[in-house]
């Protein structure tokens, strides 16, 4: 009778892979299994289980790990638990064997979902983490690549350090119910970073920005937007020309500004402003205006908001038909100044 020897690296059939888990369950469980085939299929599977020799340690183990995701995929069932995998696998193919083959069923579960932190800045894990158990914390940690890890624990409280790194050193292996945990816990990281990056992400805002900071002719770039959107260009627009942006103008450009528009118009604007976009006009003016003004403001009752907003838009419109007619260099955005 001719031996079929299994190299390593060889591409295993079909066939082969049954024959390799049949002789790995042990007559008992073999015998129930060939029960439920027929005579063709018997036949087959006993002809190669006859002539297979040589089966190496890796077929082994791909061969069973495969069987398993395989069933996994497959059943009805959410999984054999590890505690049942791990005995039925001790008595197949030995206790060492059986770890190993373990370790890569469940580390390879958890493989894609960790290596999406990977793309997550280490401060907003850090800031995660800091809501979660010490333990989990550490398991986290000793998961992740060493050099994301370390970034990780500098930006948690320096008195915690020494205990995450105990616990990290004193990690063994991770139950079944611990990796329950660990999906559960990676899932809320990942909702709580959508959250953080979703409350800070402003489309229009960074739309107006990149206009701002456009050598071009800002108004066919809007004119286009208008294409596509009024509402959105409108918004944008709007954005471009934000009363905040009297921050980044100069001294001259200020007392120009306050100089052309009506001070009723300023009084109602500034009503209820930044402090520092207050203190940056005042400080554009001469002192006894500037105390008049801020006089004036004190002195004002409540305002309506609509009241308020209007006339910050206004005073932008007014600003606006200025630069058009160059009669002012209004300033968009902050620029780095060369003394």
Known sequence: MNQVNLETGTQLSDLDRAAILLLSMGEDNAANVIRQLNINEVRALSQRMA?????????????LVNFFDCYRQESGVSGASRRYLEKALD????????????DEIYGGSMADELRRLEWIPPELIARFLEQEHAQMQALLLALLPADQASSIIALLPKEKHEDLLYRIANLREVSEH?????????????EYVSEQ????????????EIVNRYNGNKGEIIGMLKQHSQETAAAVEARMFDFVTLKNQTDEVLAFLVNEIPDELWIVALKGTDQSLIDSIMGALPKRLSQVYQQQIDNLGPQPVSKVEAARADIMSMIKEMMDQNTVEYRLYQEEVLE
């Open 178 to 190: 611990v990796i329950d945990d660990l999906r559960y816990t990676l899932e809320a990281c990942i």
């Open 91 to 102: 008595k197949a193919v030995g206790r060492k064997l059986a770890r190993n083959m373990l």
């Open 51 to 63: 002539k297979i020799s040589n089966i190496s340690q890796e077929d082994m183990s791909h061969t």
């Open 197 to 208: 990056v979703g409350a800070k992400l402003n489309g229009v805002e960074k739309v107006a």
